[in-house]
């Protein structure tokens, strides 16, 4: 039976980073809709100041509306499980199940700018002011990110370099405004950079991972790097299907 996968970016990237996992999920007999979020991949000369979460998240929306998309398999990866997330909780009727790629909900009134904490955010404020005009996120230095990495080799790097545009900031510091519509919806977490057992104890100590373990959840462990469309996407594309399968069987 087939699937409708809309597979939705983070930071910095387009639809294009998807290609290698789209392209063999539609081996796989599946239809497969990955996003260029506002101002970024091809839609990258739509990007301003204004340009936020809810852009991104009514660009998830429209598409499901206008293509009259039902029983989507709606992936996220990293910032891009803030956009399923509002989506999934605007039009729950639509979705069938919410993966989250080395991501989660992050809980109603929280920005994707809390996440790493002050510090972190403090350092980010200043490379938009310093290197991104005062309103886009520079990307990161790839080749560095990459340099452990031995399933990225140099011509991946330059793909994620040429695929990369700065982040409109607004995006990371608007927070996110859910009904908890979506908390109805079957969820997996596909965990790359942790596992299982990690996620729990940081799940007790941290309240930004509490929705990670409370409600209708699988866990499928693929240890990789952040970037698993990317390191593993043959195995990613695998692990899509066969949740898509779950879902039809339930």
Do not use: I, K, N
Request: hydrophobic share 40%.
């Amino acid at each position: 039976m087939t699937t409708t996968y809309v597979l939705v970016p983070g930071f910095w990237l387009g639809a294009a980073v998807w290609r290698p996992v789209a392209d063999a999920l539609r081996e796989q007999g599946h239809v497969v809709h990955a996003v260029d979020l506002t101002g970024m991949g091809e839609r990258a000369d739509l990007a301003s100041p204004q340009t936020d979460l809810t852009t991104h998240v009514d660009d998830v929306v429209r598409l499901l509306e206008e293509q009259d998309l039902h029983d989507v398999v709606l992936v996220g990866h990293s910032y891009g499980a803030l956009v399923t997330t509002g989506a999934a909780d605007r039009v729950p009727g639509r979705v069938a199940r919410l993966v989250y790629v080395d991501s989660g909900p992050l809980p109603d009134g929280t920005a994707q700018a809390d996440f790493g904490g002050p510090d972190a955010r403090a350092a980010d404020e200043r490379r938009v002011q310093g290197e991104g005009e005062g309103w886009r996120l520079p990307p990161p230095p790839w080749a560095a990110l990459a340099a452990d990495v031995p399933e990225v080799d140099d011509a991946t790097v330059a793909a994620l370099v040429t695929g990369s545009q700065p982040q409109p900031w607004r995006t990371a510091t608007e927070p996110v405004a859910l009904t908890g519509a979506w908390r109805h919806l079957p969820r997996t977490a596909v965990l790359c950079t942790f596992g299982v057992e990690q996620l729990q104890q940081m799940a007790q100590q941290v309240p930004l991972f509490a929705d990670m373990v409370d409600g209708d959840w699988t866990y499928v462990e693929l240890p990789t790097w952040h970037w698993p469309m990317v390191s593993r996407p043959v195995e990613l594309a695998e692990v899509l299907g066969a949740e898509g399968a779950q879902h039809r069987h339930r």
